[in-house]
Protein backbone atom coordinates (compact mmCIF):
# COMPACT_ATOMS: atom_id res chain seq x y z
CA UNK A 1 0.00 0.00 0.00
CA UNK A 2 1.37 3.51 -1.20
CA UNK A 3 1.38 6.03 1.78
CA UNK A 4 3.30 9.24 2.37
CA UNK A 5 4.02 11.01 5.41
CA UNK A 6 4.78 14.67 6.10
CA UNK A 7 6.83 15.97 8.80
CA UNK A 8 8.80 19.58 10.05
CA UNK A 9 5.59 21.76 10.25
CA UNK A 10 5.38 23.87 13.44
CA UNK A 11 4.90 27.32 15.01
CA UNK A 12 7.01 29.52 13.56
CA UNK A 13 7.19 33.45 13.45
CA UNK A 14 6.88 35.51 10.38
CA UNK A 15 9.85 35.68 8.54
CA UNK A 16 11.34 32.54 9.53
CA UNK A 17 11.80 29.58 8.14
CA UNK A 18 11.03 25.55 7.57
CA UNK A 19 11.73 22.43 5.74
CA UNK A 20 9.12 20.36 5.21
CA UNK A 21 9.71 16.55 4.35
CA UNK A 22 7.81 14.09 2.06
CA UNK A 23 8.78 10.28 2.49
CA UNK A 24 6.92 7.84 1.04
CA UNK A 25 6.31 4.19 2.09
CA UNK A 26 5.18 0.84 0.09
CA UNK A 27 7.21 2.76 -3.31
CA UNK A 28 10.26 4.92 -4.46
CA UNK A 29 9.11 8.62 -4.90
CA UNK A 30 12.35 9.11 -7.06
CA UNK A 31 9.52 7.86 -9.69
CA UNK A 32 6.51 9.68 -9.21
CA UNK A 33 5.84 13.50 -9.31
CA UNK A 34 5.73 15.17 -6.04
CA UNK A 35 3.79 18.33 -5.02
CA UNK A 36 3.00 20.49 -2.30
CA UNK A 37 -0.55 21.87 -1.45
CA UNK A 38 -1.90 23.22 1.56
CA UNK A 39 -5.12 24.34 2.86
CA UNK A 40 -5.25 27.58 5.03
CA UNK A 41 -8.25 27.95 7.64
CA UNK A 42 -11.50 28.37 5.67
CA UNK A 43 -10.16 27.91 2.35
CA UNK A 44 -10.12 25.48 -0.51
CA UNK A 45 -6.42 23.35 -1.01
CA UNK A 46 -4.26 24.63 -3.39
CA UNK A 47 -1.23 23.53 -5.21
CA UNK A 48 1.64 25.79 -4.15
CA UNK A 49 5.06 23.26 -5.29
CA UNK A 50 5.46 21.24 -7.65
CA UNK A 51 7.89 18.73 -8.77
CA UNK A 52 8.33 16.49 -11.76
CA UNK A 53 9.41 13.04 -12.04
CA UNK A 54 12.50 13.60 -13.70
CA UNK A 55 13.46 16.90 -11.06
CA UNK A 56 13.85 18.93 -14.43
CA UNK A 57 10.92 21.19 -14.09
CA UNK A 58 9.26 22.88 -10.71
CA UNK A 59 6.38 24.45 -10.38
CA UNK A 60 6.19 27.49 -7.89
CA UNK A 61 2.49 29.68 -7.35
CA UNK A 62 2.89 33.07 -7.54
CA UNK A 63 2.01 33.65 -4.08
CA UNK A 64 5.49 31.51 -3.13
CA UNK A 65 7.87 32.25 -5.79
CA UNK A 66 11.16 33.77 -4.33
CA UNK A 67 10.37 32.28 -1.11
CA UNK A 68 9.73 28.29 -1.37
CA UNK A 69 12.14 25.77 -2.76
CA UNK A 70 11.04 21.68 -3.97
CA UNK A 71 13.58 19.57 -3.87
CA UNK A 72 14.32 15.93 -4.29
CA UNK A 73 17.07 13.90 -2.43
CA UNK A 74 16.90 10.69 -4.85
CA UNK A 75 19.33 9.18 -2.36
CA UNK A 76 16.99 9.31 0.80
CA UNK A 77 14.17 9.30 -1.57
CA UNK A 78 12.60 12.18 0.63
CA UNK A 79 10.85 15.57 -1.37
CA UNK A 80 11.59 19.02 0.79
CA UNK A 81 10.14 21.98 0.34
CA UNK A 82 12.09 24.85 1.96
CA UNK A 83 10.02 27.64 3.40
CA UNK A 84 11.82 31.23 3.91
CA UNK A 85 10.68 34.36 4.83
CA UNK A 86 7.21 32.54 5.62
CA UNK A 87 4.13 35.08 6.29
CA UNK A 88 0.82 35.01 8.28
CA UNK A 89 -0.90 33.71 4.98
CA UNK A 90 1.24 30.52 4.72
CA UNK A 91 -0.90 29.06 7.58
CA UNK A 92 -2.53 26.15 6.82
CA UNK A 93 -2.08 22.76 6.96
CA UNK A 94 0.45 21.13 3.78
CA UNK A 95 -0.51 17.85 2.42
CA UNK A 96 2.25 16.16 0.41
CA UNK A 97 0.73 13.92 -3.06
CA UNK A 98 2.31 11.91 -5.49
CA UNK A 99 0.85 11.13 -8.63
CA UNK A 100 2.13 9.17 -11.72
CA UNK A 101 2.06 10.64 -15.70
CA UNK A 102 1.45 14.16 -14.87
CA UNK A 103 3.58 17.29 -15.12
CA UNK A 104 4.61 18.96 -12.15
CA UNK A 105 2.36 22.26 -13.80
CA UNK A 106 -1.13 20.35 -14.16
CA UNK A 107 -0.29 18.77 -11.06
CA UNK A 108 -0.20 22.23 -9.12
CA UNK A 109 -2.83 23.46 -10.98
CA UNK A 110 -5.35 21.03 -10.05
CA UNK A 111 -5.22 17.73 -12.65
CA UNK A 112 -4.86 14.29 -10.85
CA UNK A 113 -4.52 10.98 -12.14
CA UNK A 114 -6.28 7.66 -10.39
CA UNK A 115 -2.71 7.05 -8.99
CA UNK A 116 -2.67 9.79 -6.87
CA UNK A 117 -1.57 9.31 -3.12
CA UNK A 118 -1.70 11.94 -0.24
CA UNK A 119 -0.42 12.53 3.30
CA UNK A 120 -2.10 13.48 6.03
CA UNK A 121 -0.72 16.36 6.13
CA UNK A 122 1.33 18.83 8.05
CA UNK A 123 0.51 22.06 10.47
CA UNK A 124 1.91 25.36 9.72
CA UNK A 125 1.52 27.93 11.83
CA UNK A 126 2.72 31.38 11.25
CA UNK A 127 2.34 33.94 14.33
CA UNK A 128 4.28 36.28 16.61
Known amino acids: QRQLVESGGGLVQPGGSLRLSCAGS????????IGWFRQAPGKEREGVSC????????YYADSVKGRFTITRDSDLHIVYLQIDNLKPEDTGVYYC?????????????????????WGPGTLVTVSS
Open 97 to 117: AADGGITDHDMCRGSETSLRV
Open 26 to 33: GFNVDYWA
Open 51 to 58: ISRSSVSR
